[in-house]
């Protein structure tokens, strides 16, 4: 079964397309974490380069499995020590490659070495990366095999509007062997819910958002965009992040009621410039 994760980058910075909170305060992060709870969200997604998250989010990681992301061109091993120092964790769930996509091959084989010795020495329980598109999961799929190491964990973007990996062989597979593919970017930094206005206005976007709403009058976008993820063959988890708790517990309430059902073919976008956030 599919579940949701919490997602930690607006915790460090004014991460999102369309946040205008900014970075929460404390408070707001303490609000978050109870509304998690409540929702019965268990797991946590965070990185070493979303600010100070990984501090902020100490208190409160016990019950909860982490899973942070480091970045593949730089030490791995005392990346990690330092997220487990800030976290306040001595093992961590999961500690993903954040910069896959661009490391070169000798950089991609010391950095999947780096994550093995820490899974020989049970200080993480999954190893993975986080990638953009195909040849990403294919090419982390040749190189943590290549060393005999298992790919634990994949995170990729898929939504309504980005079906590029839906069929997927390779996460099919990964799947089938285990491993964990979490879905992020599900909201598309929160454009795929906004009235309109910058990005929002792109027509693959309008055209979503008139479809779900004009079909369905008490259609919810938010329960559209889970119900897709949450229908993904392949995935484990659906990472949602949000800068107030109301947003959150409409998120939880979504979740709980919808049904898994993949969006309209129709929907998908091939315009990178919209689907891929590194081109914004």
């Not at 910075?13 to 929702?39: D, I, K």
């Not at 993904?232 to 517990?249: I, N, Q, Y």
Request: net charge negative.
């Amino acid at each position: 079964m599919t579940r949701l994760m919490l997602g930690t980058a607006q915790w460090g910075s004014g991460y999102g397309a369309t946040n205008t909170v900014g970075r929460l305060s404390e408070e707001q992060v303490e609000q978050l974490v109870a509304v998690a709870r409540r929702w019965g969200i268990v797991d946590i997604d965070t990185a070493h380069g979303y600010g100070d998250a990984e501090e902020r989010l100490a208190p409160h990681a016990p019950g909860f499995a982490v899973t942070t992301k480091v970045a593949g061109a730089e030490d791995v091993a005392g990346q990690v020590a330092d997220s487990r120092r800030r976290i306040g964790l001595e093992r961590l769930h999961a500690v993903l490659l954040h910069d896959w996509d661009a490391l070169d091959s000798a950089h991609r084989q010391r950095a999947v070495s780096g994550l093995a010795d820490l899974l020989e020495a049970r200080l993480i329980a999954r190893a993975g990366v986080s990638v953009y598109d195909a040849d990403g999961v294919a090419s982390a799929v040749t190189v943590f095999a290549s060393q005999g190491i298992p790919l634990g964990v994949v995170q990729v973007p898929a939504n309504v509007l980005d079906r590029r990996l839906d069929d997927s062989a390779d996460l099919a597979a990964l799947h089938h062997d285990g491993a964990e593919v979490v879905v992020r970017s599900v909201f598309l930094q929160g454009l795929l819910l906004a009235p309109g206005g910058g990005r929002a206005d792109h027509p693959d976007i309008v055209r979503f958002r008139e479809s779900t709403l004009g079909a369905h009058s008490d259609a919810s976008l938010v329960e559209t965009c889970l119900a897709h993820a949450a229908s993904l063959p392949w995935a484990t988890h659906v990472v949602v992040g949000a800068t107030t708790p109301a947003e959150l517990d409409e998120i939880g309430a979504a979740w709980s009621r919808m049904v898994p059902a993949p969006a309209d073919e129709a929907l998908r976008s091939d315009d990178l410039a919209l689907i891929d956030p590194r081109q914004w």
